[in-house]
């Protein structure tokens, strides 16, 4: 696991006043730790193109220059001309050595992009963007420093300054960023970073379940109750990633649950040993208030999914104790309208996925919500988390049933909802990386066959 910032000049700060170290001396660190990324990758003679700002940004970019040069056959291109203290001490220091400048985007090995970082306001001018533009048509291999320029800069790397920003994790950020590695700054990272409630999970942050006990039985595993309504087909898939994942029992429960896999049980009601419950998955519109109160009429742990998150009795759902919602971005913002927080766009929410999770949460600490994207958040109380580890082998119908069986699962199996949630998370997306077929061809039963490779 490691923590994401809203920002690191605070962190930046703590470095000079705690621990003696200059501006200076952390932007030669940020140089060298590019440089050294540069050399592991390409051999000397190779050629580089670095594109710079007029910020620290671009000072960064200068001072890579003069620790590349002459190894490397170095070019520089000045956008605007240095006007931050660093970036003209950097620009002097580099003219002292004499190096080449270019005025154009020139064919290259590597392309670096220090335009702006996290200083960038506002939007780009037509010239900055048509650089852009043509640095992204090239085909060098591409590296961000610090941050992708404006979200605009198609990077194969990011090389991020002391600590990885949340920024960097927004959906429609992650087909920017490419590769992020984060550069020390003359500190060691857990020197640099202090204390965050944002959390990246790491795929070996993965807890699976296990069968270490020997005097057990299918009890000892808990029983999930998926509970199903029109679309049966939903329930189906999640019953049996459920089953998969070591729930001892699993039911489908409701009026419609013929043709269903011999291995799942059935029944109208909530079986008696039930332990854990997944609803609102191909709930579809045919049970009444009434009729979903009978499933909701006891402190069971529950996972709402789907449907049931754009009805009205998602307000009593909210009031339970041990409860996961996982909502897609626009279900999410029907949860943020029932729940009379936010009436917004899909296109609002994207933008402020981070905002709009913190606000849900501060609102219902109990709830262990799951907000699904290319980038998925998971957050409970003051506690959030993104796994950035999906892809979009994902993107099929079916995909999300098979997370809610995951974590209908574990929930079954008395994991904490919290815990229930971000492990069951990080299985999901280990089975799209573990699939070996073509990215367009995974479907929801690949996955579920795949759970007993983990
Ligand atoms: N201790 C530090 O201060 C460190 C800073 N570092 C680097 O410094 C960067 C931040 O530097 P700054 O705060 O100077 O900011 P940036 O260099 O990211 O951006 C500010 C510059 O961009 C220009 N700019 C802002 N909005 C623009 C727009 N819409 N169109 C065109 N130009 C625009 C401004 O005129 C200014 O010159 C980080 O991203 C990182 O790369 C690193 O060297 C690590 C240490
Ligand atoms: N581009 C993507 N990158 C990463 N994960 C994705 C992507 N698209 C979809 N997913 C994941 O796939 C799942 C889709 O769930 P959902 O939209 O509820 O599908 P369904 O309801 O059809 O089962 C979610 O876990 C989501 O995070
Ligand atoms: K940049």
Same mark, same amino acid.
């Given at each position: 696991?490691?923590?994401?910032?809203?920002?690191?000049?605070?962190?930046?700060?703590?470095?000079?006043?705690?621990?003696?170290?200059?501006? /200076?001396?952390?932007?030669?660190?940020?140089?060298?730790?590019?440089?050294?990324?540069?050399?592991?990758?390409?051999?000397?003679? +190779?050629?580089?193109?670095?594109?710079?700002? +007029?910020?620290?940004?671009?000072?960064?970019?200068?001072?890579?220059?003069?620790?590349?040069? *002459?190894?490397?056959?170095?070019?520089?291109?000045?956008?605007?001309?240095?006007?931050?203290?660093?970036?003209?001490?950097?620009?002097?220091?580099?003219?002292?050595?004499?190096?080449?400048?270019?005025?154009?985007?020139?064919?290259?090995?590597?392309?670096?992009?220090?335009?702006?970082?996290?200083?960038?306001?506002? &939007?780009?001018?037509?010239?900055?963007?048509?650089?852009?533009?043509?640095?992204?048509?090239? /085909?060098?291999?591409?590296?961000?420093?610090?941050? *992708?320029?404006?979200?605009?800069?198609?990077?194969?790397?990011?090389?991020?300054?002391?600590?990885?920003?949340?920024?960097?994790?927004?959906?429609?950020?992650? &087909?920017?960023?490419?590769?992020?590695?984060?550069? /020390?700054?003359? !500190?060691?990272?857990?020197?640099?970073?202090?204390?965050?409630?944002?959390?990246?999970?790491?795929?070996?942050?993965?807890?699976? @379940?296990?069968?270490?006990?020997?005097?057990?039985?299918?009890?000892?595993?808990?029983?999930?109750?998926?509970?199903?309504?029109?679309?049966?087909?939903?329930? !189906?898939?999640?019953?049996?990633?459920?089953?998969?994942?070591?729930?001892?029992?699993?039911?489908?429960?409701?009026?419609?649950?013929?043709?269903?896999?011999?291995?799942?049980?059935?029944?109208?009601?909530?079986?008696?040993?039930?332990?854990?419950?997944?609803?609102?998955?191909?709930?579809?519109?045919?049970?009444?208030?009434?009729?979903?109160?009978?499933?909701?009429?006891?402190?069971? *742990?529950?996972?709402?999914?789907? /449907?049931?998150?754009?009805?009205?009795?998602?307000?009593?759902?909210?009031?339970?104790?041990?409860?996961?919602?996982?909502?897609?971005?626009?279900?999410?913002?029907?949860?943020?309208?029932?729940?009379?927080?936010?009436?917004?766009? !899909?296109?609002?929410?994207?933008?402020?996925?981070?905002?709009?999770?913190?606000?849900?949460?501060?609102?219902?600490?109990?709830?262990?919500?799951?907000?699904?994207?290319?980038?998925?958040?998971?957050?409970?109380?003051?506690?959030?988390?993104?796994?950035?580890?999906?892809?979009?082998?994902?993107?099929?119908?079916?995909?999300?049933?098979?997370?809610?069986?995951?974590?209908?699962?574990?929930?079954?199996?008395?994991?904490? @909802?919290?815990?229930?949630?971000?492990?069951?998370?990080?299985?999901?997306?280990?089975?799209?990386?573990?699939?070996?077929? +073509?990215?367009?061809?995974?479907? @929801?039963?690949?996955?579920? +066959?795949?759970?007993?490779?983990?």
């Amino acid at each position: 696991m490691q923590k994401l910032y809203d920002e690191v000049s605070s962190l930046d700060k703590r470095c000079y006043e705690n621990f003696g170290l200059s501006e /200076d001396i952390l932007m030669e660190h940020a140089a060298d730790g590019m440089a050294d990324f540069i050399k592991s990758k390409f051999s000397k003679g +190779s050629s580089v193109l670095i594109v710079c700002g +007029s910020g620290n940004n671009g000072a960064d970019g200068i001072a890579l220059a003069r620790l590349l040069h *002459p190894d490397y056959n170095v070019k520089i291109l000045h956008l605007k001309k240095p006007k931050s203290d660093m970036a003209k001490l950097q620009k002097k220091r580099l003219d002292a050595i004499g190096l080449k400048e270019c005025c154009t985007i020139e064919s290259c090995d590597v392309l670096v992009d220090a335009i702006v970082g996290t200083g960038f306001r506002g &939007e780009f001018n037509p010239e900055i963007s048509s650089v852009i533009d043509e640095m992204n048509n090239s /085909d060098a291999y591409k590296i961000a420093c610090d941050v *992708p320029s404006g979200y605009k800069f198609f990077a194969d790397a990011t090389l991020t300054m002391g600590a990885l920003k949340k920024d960097m994790y927004l959906d429609a950020h992650k &087909e920017y960023v490419g590769d992020i590695k984060v550069i /020390d700054l003359g !500190v060691g990272r857990d020197i640099y970073e202090c204390e965050s409630n944002w959390n990246l999970l790491d795929l070996e942050d993965l807890n699976l @379940p296990n069968r270490n006990k020997k005097d057990t039985h299918k009890g000892s595993y808990g029983h999930l109750a998926c509970v199903v309504g029109e679309k049966i087909g939903a329930g !189906v898939l999640c019953s049996k990633s459920a089953l998969r994942f070591g729930a001892g029992l699993v039911s489908v429960v409701g009026y419609n649950t013929t043709n269903i896999p011999h291995s799942i049980m059935s029944s109208e009601l909530l079986p008696k040993t039930t332990s854990a419950i997944a609803i609102g998955m191909g709930l579809g519109d045919s049970y009444s208030d009434m009729d979903l109160k009978s499933f909701l009429n006891n402190d069971y *742990p529950l996972i709402a999914d789907a /449907d049931i998150l754009h009805m009205d009795i998602l307000q009593e759902i909210l009031k339970r104790e041990n409860v996961v919602l996982t909502p897609h971005a626009k279900e999410f913002i029907s949860v943020l309208r029932l729940c009379k927080l936010a009436d917004i766009s !899909v296109d609002e929410l994207q933008k402020n996925r981070f905002k709009y999770v913190e606000l849900f949460c501060k609102t219902y600490p109990k709830v262990t919500l799951l907000l699904k994207g290319a980038n998925v958040i998971i957050a409970k109380d003051d506690k959030f988390f993104i796994n950035p580890h999906g892809s979009s082998k994902l993107a099929k119908g079916g995909s999300g049933d098979v997370l809610s069986g995951l974590i209908g699962s574990l929930l079954a199996q008395r994991y904490t @909802p919290l815990e229930a949630t971000f492990n069951a998370s990080l299985a999901h997306v280990s089975l799209a990386l573990n699939y070996t077929g +073509s990215d367009f061809s995974l479907t @929801p039963d690949d996955l579920i +066959s795949q759970i007993g490779k983990l």
